[in-house]
């Protein structure tokens, strides 16, 4: 399967406690975005990554959330001392480089659920 | 600021034709797609507009209106498994902004 690999496809965490979630993109694309998803919500843009390179960190993203990139190739996601409001989908997407267009494909995601 | 607006739900009958609204009002513009989304699935691609006008792909068509803020994806030919969540997005800045999606229900 050469489409774009998240893990763990699902997470149960105890309220306070850190999780780190993995993406895996196409391989040859070099921009890489991560999402939030709520139940009835459209995708919520978290940050993005051209290369190993964060270029754009959403506003509303808490200081509790990092990610990584280190060698241009996959991207973790972290969230620190993890709060009951951070249950969500966390979706992970890659592109071909080029202005605007470009579409995004998407990882399954990874459900998080916190206690 | 981003404001992308669609209606929460629609209900269409299998073989008809169903057009999604999509208005927009954001801080930047380069471009605008179209995704679906099953239930418990991603979100998969299914059409890019830049330039204004229409563009057809099979059953399913997207339009766009940038003086207007405007863009609609038309479903020709209704089918059962197009009952998803279709996703207006717009590119501004290197982020894909998406509304909340509507839902459609296709019935017999």
């Known amino acids: 399967d050469t489409g774009v690999s998240q893990n763990p496809r699902h997470k149960i965490t105890k309220r306070g406690q850190n999780v780190t979630f993995r993406c895996d993109p196409i391989s040859e694309h070099n921009r890489l975005y991560w999402y939030r998803q709520t139940l009835g919500q459209g995708p919520e843009f978290l940050t993005y990554?051209?290369?190993?390179?964060?270029?754009?960190k959403s506003r509303l993203l808490s200081d509790r959330f990092s990610a990584e990139r280190p060698k241009g190739s996959f991207s973790t996601l972290e969230i620190q001392r993890t709060e009951q409001g951070d249950s969500a989908m966390y979706l992970c997407?890659?592109?071909?480089?080029?202005?605007?267009?470009?579409?995004?494909?998407f990882g399954q995601g990874t459900r998080l659920t916190v206690v | 600021g981003q404001n992308i607006d669609q209606p929460t739900e629609m209900t269409a009958t299998e073989g008809a034709i169903v057009q999604i609204n999509c208005t927009y009002q954001t801080s930047g513009f380069n471009g605008l797609f179209w995704y679906q989304q099953h239930a418990g699935e991603a979100p998969t691609f299914l059409s890019y507009n830049v330039l204004d006008g229409l563009e057809e792909k099979g059953r399913f068509s997207s339009f766009l209106s940038r003086s207007k803020g405007y863009s609609y994806l038309l479903l020709k030919e209704l089918q059962m498994k197009d009952s998803a969540s279709y996703l207006c997005a717009v590119v501004s800045g290197y982020a894909l902004n998406f509304g909340k999606g509507t839902s459609l229900l296709v019935t017999p």
């Open positions: 997407a890659s592109s071909l480089p080029g202005q605007g267009k470009g579409e995004a494909f």
């Open positions: 990554f051209q290369n190993e390179a964060q270029l754009e």
